[in-house]
Structure formats: structure tokens, C-alpha cells
């Protein structure tokens, strides 16, 4: 790498914490800030996702990993998460650089104004040279508020600061294209399109607690985000610049292509869905060809109990994705402007600026291939 780029490095608990012991492994630590270190000499801003917080708690709470519930790993990353930092924190400073923590909760990826508020953190720690260290706030989130896995966490982190790479460094060498112990199985060492492995890795499972399937929905967010993700086996020697060199094999996810906009892969790309919209044949081509917003009257039937300001999904009559955008209503007014009975409150609701239930300006038709998380399971609400 010559031109300066923006890096993301996630590390997964198996590789920070020894197994029966659930202490720091201090062995890797060093050959991975020593990597780090030669990075970061040769202008890149790197920022580290690490996971470890919960396993290196566990001795402080006195229960195994396989016996220890919520409430207890959540104690756990409140003793474990100093201890990891303080680790980082001794290694990094003999290889002559500073490290910060940033612990984050699903809303702070979420919601824009507080993602935009932690960007702009990272973005000074970087003016300042400090490298960040990023985890969820396990000890604060509970289950249905949770990102839960750091490979999406890393993602989104990397989606966040426009990263050019996103390294997720495993234990395995990377994606096979059938379950690894089977006979044959090949290393897939390109993927284009990752929509084409996600049932071979439902199937695979691996060490760590996103397994191979998350790692590969959270390369396609960093894809779309037009950033480009290797998964390799994080060893002690060359962690990370043993796979940039092409010494060690990996798997690749190029990224498909540069966004137009920041707020476009926020909007697109996210975590949670809040709900969708189900639209008539002249909705999708009024968003489509027209490049207008969405109107009530084009909503056939709605999904999830979303809010004002939450991103809503819109689907076509077949069940096709077409777009996705900032609801200006919540599910419960739609339902009163689409069925426009009550010409009163639509009136008052339409003094609130419009009518418009999806501006064109907070809406982004989808060209690509975008992978949907966790889909709320409340019932389809038809309108007529
Ligand atoms: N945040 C968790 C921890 O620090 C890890 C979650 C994960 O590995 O995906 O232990």
C-alpha cells in the first residue's frame, strides 16, 4: 500500500484470550501492534474492533464460559474490558503509539446524530495520532438492544470512517465453499457477490460467536460501503501484514463499486430493520422513474411498529426490494393517511410539512445486492 487508506482490524475473543485459562494472550498482542506499528509508520489510520471483554472477565465472575448467562457476561465485560484495554494499552505503548476506547450500543450505530458523533471522535483520535479501540457496550445493552456480533460491529465501524480495508482476522484461513472438515473443501480465495456463499456458511459453523455466515454479511455492508474485507487466520507471526502481503492464504470480498454519498451507505446498509412498505405498481415507478417521494395512497399494506425518523424498507408488489428511506410518519399515522377517512387529522398531520411519507431526498433505490439483518416479527397490517 503506497497512498495513505483507513483500515479496520476485528479480532474475535478466541484470539485475545487463551481458552482454559481466559487470560490476555500476550504473545499475540505483540505480533499484532507490531504490525499495527509498521501500518501506522507508513501514514495509515488504523482502528482496532476487539472482542475479549466478556471472555476475560469470566475468572472476575466466577463462571465458565458455558455456564455463565446474560446477566453474568454482562458483569464479566465490566471486569473484563479494563483489563483488555490495559493490555492494548502496555503492548502498544512499546511499539510507540497510544490507543483510546470506544465502546458503543446499537443506537450509537443507528440513530445518525450519535454514529455522526462517534465518527467524529475517531476522526479527532486519528488528527491526534491515538489509535481507537472499539467494542459494544455489552455491560449496558441488553439482548433486543444489542449489534451482538463485533463482525458486524467492525463493519459498521469501517462503513462509518469510509475505510478502503477491513480485515477480520479468524481462526480459520477463510471462506471454503462447503463445510472445511469436509473432504475437498476448497478455500474460496474471491467473492464478488457474497449473497452466493450465505447458504454454505448457515451451515459452517466456526469458533467465535459470528461464525463464517455473519463475517459474510457483514463484508457485504462493507462492500456496498466500497470498502474491501479479507478474512484471514490471525497467527502470532504477521497477523495482518502477512495477508496485505499475500503471504498467508485469505478469502477477498472486493468492494463492488464507491458509494455516492456517506449518508446513502448509512441508510441503506444498517443493523436493525424498523419496517417495510409494501407499494403499488405506480409507487415504485413515481420513486423510480419520476424521482419523486413516496405518498400514502402507493403504501398497500405495512410492516413493524416503526417511528417517525427510522429507515423503512419498500417492497414491490412480488416482494422485491426497491428501495429504502426515512419514514416522515410513524406506522400508526400511515395507517391513517393511507386509508384517509378522517380528513381532519390528515389535515393537521399534512400541516406538519407535507404529506409526503418518503421525501426524495431521504430515499435511495437499491442497485445492488443489500442483505437484510433482523427483521422485526410483528404482523403485516394491510391497509384496505
Ligand atoms: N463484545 C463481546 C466481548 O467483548 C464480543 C462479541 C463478539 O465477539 O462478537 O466479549
Not at 471483554?53 to 458455558?66: D, E, Q, R, S
Not at 436493525?272 to 407499494?279: F, K, M, T
Request: hydrophobic share 40%.
Amino acid at each position: 500500500m503506497t497512498t495513505p487508506k483507513r483500515i479496520v482490524i476485528k479480532i474475535g475473543s478466541s484470539l485475545l484470550a487463551d481458552e482454559d485459562r481466559l487470560v490476555p494472550r500476550y504473545a499475540f498482542m505483540h505480533g499484532l501492534m507490531s504490525d499495527i506499528a509498521a501500518l501506522r509508520d507508513e501514514g495509515h489510520d488504523v482502528v482496532l474492533t476487539s472482542s475479549g471483554a466478556v471472555a476475560l472477565g469470566l475468572n472476575a465472575i466466577g463462571k465458565p464460559p458455558k455456564r455463565a448467562n446474560v446477566l453474568d457476561k454482562q458483569a464479566a465485560a465490566a471486569c473484563g474490558q479494563p483489563l483488555l484495554l490495559n493490555a492494548y494499552k502496555q503492548v502498544a505503548l512499546e511499539y510507540g503509539f497510544d490507543i483510546a476506547q470506544v465502546l458503543v450500543t446499537l443506537d450509537d450505530m443507528e440513530q445518525r446524530k450519535r454514529y455522526l458523533n462517534t465518527k467524529n471522535t475517531i476522526i479527532r483520535l486519528f488528527d491526534r495520532d491515538v489509535m481507537p479501540i472499539v467494542n459494544e457496550n455489552d455491560t449496558v445493552a441488553t439482548e433486543e438492544l444489542k449489534v451482538g456480533d463485533n463482525d458486524r460491529l467492525a463493519a459498521k465501524v469501517a462503513q462509518m470512517i469510509q475505510a478502503d480495508h477491513f480485515i477480520i482476522l479468524t481462526s480459520v484461513d477463510g471462506l471454503y465453499d462447503r463445510n472445511p472438515s469436509e473432504a475437498g473443501a476448497q478455500l474460496v480465495e474471491q467473492v464478488d457477490d457474497v449473497s452466493t456463499y450465505l447458504e454454505v456458511t448457515n451451515s459452517v459453523s466456526e469458533l467465535g460467536s459470528g461464525g463464517m455466515l455473519t463475517k459474510m454479511k457483514a463484508a457485504n455492508m462493507a462492500q456496498n460501503a466500497g470498502c474491501t474485507t479479507i478474512i484471514g487466520r490471525g497467527t502470532i507471526d504477521r497477523p495482518v501484514l502477512g495477508l496485505l502481503s499475500n503471504e498467508r492464504p485469505h478469502t477477498t470480498c472486493v468492494a463492488q463499486r464507491s458509494p455516492k454519498s456517506a449518508f446513502e451507505v448509512w441508510l441503506t446498509d444498517r443493523l436493525q430493520v424498523a419496517g417495510s412498505l409494501i407499494i403499488s405498481p405506480e409507487g415504485v415507478s413515481t420513486i423510480d422513474k419520476s424521482g419523486k417521494g413516496l405518498e400514502a395512497h402507493h403504501i398497500s399494506s405495512l410492516h413493524g411498529d416503526f417511528q417517525k425518523g427510522d429507515v423503512v424498507h419498500l417492497f414491490d408488489q412480488d416482494g422485491k426490494e426497491v428501495a429504502r428511506g426515512l419514514t416522515n410518519f410513524s406506522a400508526d399515522e400511515i395507517m391513517v393517511l393511507a386509508r384517509d377517512n378522517d380528513r381532519k387529522v390528515v389535515n393537521l398531520m399534512g400541516e406538519r410539512g407535507g404529506l409526503e411519507v418518503v421525501g426524495s431526498e431521504n430515499l435511495v433505490l437499491l442497485e445492488d445486492h443489500h442483505l437484510v439483518w433482523d427483521v422485526p416479527d410483528d404482523e403485516v397490517k394491510d391497509i384496505a
